[in-house]
């Protein structure tokens, strides 16, 4: 008798899947209830209503709930009701705080259905950064918890136009709803709410350059910047995972990111939402994730660099061949540079048949390109039995595009997704208006990395600065349409392959008295070295004559013990040999040690390199203690 999937039914004899794929309409598909988001999960609702959507856990502790695609759309359909009830039609900019959850999904797909749009902010960034977001968008609906409700009642001019607030749960702050009544509301037109404008299917007309939501970029290196995505970015970029990574019908995916939830939703495959808090990732406990990867029998994971190597620790550490994890098949990083030591680990510990990718993308473009794990670590077979063996260097890699990264060429990032065309221009500060290809670089050359195609996001909500300086156009012969180009604000190169390499951000660059240096380039140098966990290259000083230092914190991991200060004189004087050896680092002089490094609340990868090199300045500026300045006549000794 085989036995099933408590997730999706699949057998247990070690037959592949069916790998149905999702059917997603062609670029240029607009309209009706396929052309739409929210039309693709009514689709499989009516497909396969007894099989699970969500998966998601209850509380602290190892227990599970399950959705439906059927009680899903029957939710969806009950708020979508509700919301037109409330005043939120066609169009009705909406903030959206709920926590990852069943209802969350719920929310997101009836705001669809209805044609309003959700608004989507980090809230990581900070209640002050947060608020900035809110009053930029000039939200006209509020839905979220008690507590949020409230930061909305104090910052009355931030939320001056919100008309309709929702309030999770059954008691309301203030005037407003609760979704609780809602659930209950009659068809519009029947209370205080607008008119319906609705299909007779319940869903709102849609076209494929229709609005979809508004997701604010985490503003790391800059001002956060209000994306405007359309229906037609959306189902693009859902078409190029599903061709870059096989992604189908059959998956069961283990969710870190609620957007990639949506995806899953749309192609109608099983999502479970991982047992983690979204604010801290990189201290999510690795027994329940494995738990859960599991006890679901998990196809596809996307998750952050920081993730990944907790997990990859993790199955590291546990008894040999104790977690083959045998139905994962695709496992999926991004959002922040992956280090290659993560990918070669998750290599050695994960199946055979399982597929390690790396993607480059931003919140404007997803994906921009794609690479594998065995064009990253080259020889990946012969590495693996070696370190089985015990003779290979665990956690360090050899061979591949990682090889390269060690010698200073930047992170090889693949090659650009189907329908995504990437270009290389001269590195400009200012705007560039128009792109003019007989000036864009050939392979080889570093310059800004451009992105055009149907998953580029066309604008930025009401920002027409912000268009200005990250938009520009290309005209084309014939009278053709003329194409726009997001421009990344990242640095990289093609090469001969037709491969990106990633080479880092443009405002980061150290801009010395004698050359630009680039952060990735000089950062995969001194990453080879088994002593260094991460490093990251800072500019102290005035752009054009700024001094650069080298900030690394310690793999103490490495040798089971804290650096001292003699093991750490050695290892600056061996950073500096190997900085010697390469051209993108000759030259680098001043390391400094750092316990740990600033990163991005949402990926916990992205380095705050503008605050440590704040704190670089502080420390080299630092007076020395009376007793330890050197005397008149002498030389003081640094690192």
């Known amino acids: 008798m085989r036995r099933t999937s408590p997730a999706t039914g699949r057998n247990d004899t070690g037959e592949e899947p069916s790998g149905q794929p999702a059917e997603l309409p062609g670029g240029h598909e607009t309209g009706g209830a396929t052309g739409s988001v929210p039309g693709w999960l009514e689709r499989n609702a009516r497909a396969f209503p007894d099989k699970p959507a969500v998966i998601h856990p209850l509380g602290r502790g190892s227990a599970y709930g399950t959705v439906t695609y059927g009680q899903l759309q029957a939710t969806v359909e009950q708020l979508a009701r509700g919301f037109e009830y409330a005043g939120i039609t066609r169009g009705t900019k909406t903030v959206l705080m709920a926590p990852p959850g069943p209802e969350l999904f719920a929310l997101v797909f009836a705001l669809f259905r209805v044609g309003a749009v959700p608004v989507v902010v980090d809230p990581g960034m900070g209640v002050r ?5 809110y009053r930029a968008v000039g939200a006209e609906a509020f839905i979220g918890p008690p507590l949020a409700q409230l930061v909305r009642v104090l910052g009355r001019r931030t939320f001056a136009g919100v008309r309709v607030p929702i309030t999770l749960g059954r008691r309301r702050l203030g005037r407003g709803h609760t979704l609780a009544a809602l659930r209950a509301a009659p068809a519009a037109g029947r209370g205080t709410g607008a008119a319906s404008t609705s299909c007779p299917d319940g869903t709102a007309p849609t076209d494929g350059d229709d609005l979809l939501m508004i997701g604010f970029t985490t503003g790391s290196t800059g001002p956060a910047k209000g994306v405007e995505y359309t229906h037609r970015m959306a189902l693009s970029i859902a078409r190029q995972i599903e061709a870059v990574h096989g992604r189908t019908r059959d998956d069961v995916s283990l969710i870190t990111q609620p ?5 899953d939703l749309v192609y109608g495959s099983t999502l479970v939402l991982a047992p983690l808090a979204p604010a801290r990732v990189a201290q999510a406990d690795p027994v329940l994730l494995v738990d859960a990867l ?3 029998r998990v196809t596809t994971v996307f998750a952050s660099p920081a993730l990944l190597r907790n997990l990859a620790g ?15 098949r695709c496992v999926v990083s991004g959002g922040a540079p992956v280090p290659d030591a993560v990918v070669a680990t998750l290599r050695r510990v994960l199946d055979e048949k399982a597929r390690i990718h790396v993607t480059y993308g931003a919140t404007e473009v997803l994906p921009i390109t794609s690479i594998e794990a065995a064009e990253i670590l080259g020889d990946r077979d012969r590495d693996r039995d070696r370190d089985r063996d015990g003779d290979g260097d665990s956690g360090r890699v050899r061979g591949g595009t990682a090889a390269r990264s060690a010698a200073g060429e930047g992170t090889c990032v693949g090659r650009p997704v189907p329908g995504t065309r990437v270009t290389i221009a001269p590195v400009t500060d200012g705007p560039l208006a128009r792109l003019d290809p007989a000036r864009t670089l050939p392979a080889g050359h570093i310059g800004e990395i451009l992105v055009q195609g149907d998953s580029v996001s066309g604008r930025y909500h009401n920002a027409p600065h912000c268009d200005a300086l990250h938009k520009a156009t290309e005209d084309r012969p014939g009278g053709e349409a003329p194409r726009l180009w997001h421009r990344t604000g990242d640095l990289g190169r093609l090469d001969d392959e037709g491969r990106l390499w990633f080479c880092g951000r443009a405002a980061q660059r150290v801009r010395t008295e004698f050359r630009d240096l680039h952060t990735v380039r000089c950062e995969g140098v001194f990453n080879a070295h088994p002593l260094v966990r991460r490093t990251a290259l800072v500019g102290i000083g005035r752009p054009g004559a700024q001094r650069p230092v080298v900030c690394v914190e310690v793999e103490t991991a490495a040798q089971g013990a804290a650096l001292d200060d003699s093991g750490w ?20 002089r001043e390391f400094v040690r750092h316990p740990g490094f600033p990163v ?3 990926h916990n990868a992205k380095i705050g390199r503008e605050e440590l090199a704040r704190w670089a300045e502080r420390r080299q500026n630092r007076p020395a203690p009376l007793f330890s300045r050197p005397r008149p006549g002498t030389r003081g000794r640094t690192l």
Request: aromatic share 6%.
């Open 259 to 263: 957007f990639y939830g949506v995806l």
């Open 600 to 602: 991005d609340i949402r």
């Open 314 to 328: 993790h199955l590291t550490g546990a008894a040999r061949g104790r977690h083959p994890l045998p139905d994962l």
């Open 294 to 296: 599991e006890r679901f």
């Open 129 to 133: 950064r947060m608020l900035d977001c």
């Open 569 to 588: 004189r050695r290892l600056v004087a061996e950073l500096r040999a190997m900085a010697d050896a390469h051209a993108a680092t000759t030259g680098l």
